[in-house]
């Protein structure tokens, strides 16, 4: 079965420090794998996505995330986080059927 | 090019009432998905239109839900009668491809079921 894991509930970091959102899934084969953004009062936006290839994707906003085979896992990371970046983080994957979402980090981002 | 569109952004009806949300997929998209996310919960599919046809409609809750899609742009999803417990955001999405292509999101419906 697929399934995605997403164990930060909540995160709270400081503007300017160093950022690392936690996503594990699970799935038989390789999957497409997703990061998407809600801000308040918006929709899901597409931050970045892993279908083959380099394993450190590079997305918008200054975020990337690295896809480890061997750990399951799909981190996204950001070096100097904004206040702006306050929003909740889902990751999501794909194989041959539709999405599959974790239940979402929510980030706050403090002065 | 415009986004996903979805109409309305809020809805408040109460217990056994009707209502229908829309989405307008990005023009040229094949494929439209709706999911939905309970308070609390992660977000589910419901279903996946390819054009006016349904594809997989494995995430449908039960037969209060309907979903069309005539003419193979705009959908429509009702829900009659309403529960207490179909409250939620509901998104719709599009893509060119299925299959891991990425999905672009709508802002989604807010339905409150009082």
């Known amino acids: 079965a697929q399934s995605v894991t997403q164990p930060d509930i909540h995160i709270t970091v400081s503007e300017g420090a160093s950022l690392e959102l936690r996503c594990n899934y699970s799935?038989?084969?390789?999957?497409?794998l997703f990061w998407y953004v809600q801000s308040p009062g918006q929709g899901l936006q597409l931050l970045l996505k892993y279908f083959s290839g380099d394993t450190l994707v590079q997305g918008i906003k200054g975020f990337e995330a690295e896809f480890k085979r061997s750990q399951s896992s799909f981190n996204l990371r950001k070096p100097s986080v904004h206040w702006s970046d306050a929003a909740e983080y889902f990751c999501?994957?794909?194989?041959?059927?539709?999405?599959?979402f974790g239940k979402g980090t929510r980030l706050s981002v403090i002065a | 090019e415009a986004g996903v569109t979805q109409f309305p952004s809020h809805s408040v009806i109460e217990k056994g009432q009707t209502v229908t949300l829309r989405c307008d997929p990005i023009s040229g998209h094949d494929n439209l998905y709706w999911y939905r996310r309970v308070m609390g919960k992660e977000i589910k599919f419901l279903l996946h239109?390819?054009?006016?046809?349904?594809?997989?409609e494995s995430g449908m809750p039960n037969n209060r839900f309907l979903a069309e899609r005539t003419g193979g742009t705009y959908s429509t999803l009702k829900v009659q009668p309403a529960e207490l417990e179909d409250s939620g955001v509901y998104f719709c999405?599009?893509?060119?491809?299925?299959?891991?292509?990425?999905?672009?999101f709508g802002p989604g419906t807010r339905l409150t079921v009082l």
């Open positions: 799935y038989g084969a390789t999957p497409y």
């Open positions: 999405a599009s893509s060119q491809v299925a299959g891991g292509d990425t999905q672009y």
């Open positions: 999501a994957l794909s194989g041959n059927t539709p999405l599959v």
């Open positions: 239109f390819v054009k006016e046809s349904k594809q997989d």
